[in-house]
C-alpha cells in the first residue's frame, strides 16, 4: 500500500492503493505511520503523495468506523506534526476528508494546479475533531474555513493557493525539488521552527459540549444515512438524529 524511494536527502513516501482511491483504512494508516517515523531517522525533508489520479479520497467508506480507525489517524498525523523534520504534502488530483488532515499535518503544501481540496463531513452526517478544524482555521483564515467546513464545498487549487493552504503550485517533482533544496538548510533551525510554527494550540483538549456533539454526529442515524446514500449513490435524506 506505500511505495518509499530516496534521493539524496529526500525521501517520498506514496500512497499506493489506487484500487480505492488511496483511501484511509487502519493498516493503511498505520503503515503510513511507521514510514513516516524510519524516514525521519535517515532523511532531512520527507515528501508524502498520491499514487494515481488523486492524493487520497479520505477515510475508506467501504470499512466500519470505529474507536480504533480514528485514534489511530489522530495518532498518524500527529506523528507527521511531530518528526523533527520538514514534511511536503505534494497534492496531485483531488485531496479529501482525511486527505486534507494529511495535508494539514505536513508542514508545506504544493498542489497540482488541477487539484482541488474538500471536507464533505456534512455530506455524510460526521464531523471532524478540533484539531482539524483549527489547523485548517490558522492556515487559511477562519472565513473560508467555515466555507470548506460548513458550506461542504470544493476548492480548487488555486483558491488553496490565494487561501494559504498551498504554499505553491506544482507537481510531484516541484515538490521533490523543492524538498532537495530545503534538505541543504540547517536542520537544527529547521526543527525549531517547526515546532513553534505547530504549537498553534491546535491540540488543546475539546470541551466537554464540544466532543459530545462529535461522538454524537459519529454514532448518528444521518452517519448511517450518509454512507448509505453514498454507496447507492443519491442524495442523503438528514434527520438530526
Partial sequence: MLGVSRDGDVITIELQREERRNALNNE?????????LAAAQ??????????????SAGADLSGVYSDEFLQGLMEMLHTIESV????????????LGAG????????????????????????????VDRWTVRRLA????????????????????????????ANKLGTLADAQTWAKSIA???PLSLRHMKLVLNDDGTRDPDN????????????????KEGRLARTEK????????
Avoid at 535517515?42 to 492524493?55: D, K, M, N, Q, S
Avoid at 466537554?208 to 452517519?223: I, M
Avoid at 443519491?234 to 438524529?241: I, T, V, W, Y
Fill in 208 to 223: 466537554h459540549q464540544q466532543r459530545a456533539a462529535l461522538e454524537a454526529a459519529w454514532t448518528s442515524a444521518d452517519a
Fill in 100 to 127: 486534507v488532515q494529511l495535508a494539514l499535518a505536513s508542514d508545506l503544501r504544493v498542489i497540482d494546479p488541477n487539484g482541488y481540496i474538500a471536507i464533505p463531513a456534512a455530506k455524510l452526517g460526521i464531523s
Fill in 28 to 36: 493503511l494508516v498505520a503503515q503510513l505511520r511507521e514510514a513516516v
Fill in 234 to 241: 443519491r442524495a442523503a435524506k438528514f434527520l438530526g438524529r
Fill in 84 to 95: 523533527p523534520v520538514p514534511v511536503i504534502s505534494a497534492i496531485n488530483g483531488g485531496a
Fill in 42 to 55: 535517515e532523511a532531512r525533508v520527507i515528501v508524502l503523495t498520491g499514487h494515481g489520479p488523486i492524493f
Fill in 138 to 165: 490558522s492556515l487559511i483564515g477562519g472565513g473560508p474555513a467555515r466555507t470548506i467546513l460548513l458550506g461542504a464545498e470544493q476548492v480548487s487549487a488555486a483558491d488553496a493557493y490565494t487561501f494559504g493552504f
Fill in 184 to 186: 541543504a538548510l540547517a
